[in-house]
């Protein structure tokens, strides 16, 4: 298996890679497809581990946050970084706060409890079925 991550921008440059390879290189250029984001703003999710849950407010295609942030994560349970991440109006038994998930770790909230968040009437329309749709203001 070639190591592309020591490739230089001129691929002819990169080590350890045979002239054949070059040419496969060439003629199917390597390309990271962007996943499409499993769930919607609006949407209400719960944390696959911990106990919160909230409204999406905003979607990253991929991390697009901290190193600091992404170290903090134990190793063990840290998420990939080629996923789409979830901004959330958060909440847990205690308090409501920001967050900021990896799509592998939500699930659907089907409770139909309301959130409770502070900051949801900023940016939400919330329907009398419990539903919450985005401002028209806050759309891009």
Partial sequence: MVNLSRCMPDRRKCENLSRLTLLCLRAYPIRMEKRKARYAIGEVVKHRIYPFRGVIFDVDP?????????NSIPEEIRPSRDQPFYHL??????TEYIAYVSEQNLLPDTS???IRHPQIRDM?????DGR???KARNLN
């Fill in 89 to 94: 109006f958060a909440e847990n038994a205690e």
């Fill in 112 to 114: 139909r409890e309301p």
């Fill in 132 to 134: 919450y749709k985005a």
């Fill in 62 to 70: 991929s991390f697009s946050n901290t190193e600091e942030w992404y």
């Fill in 124 to 128: 939400f329309d919330v329907s009398d």
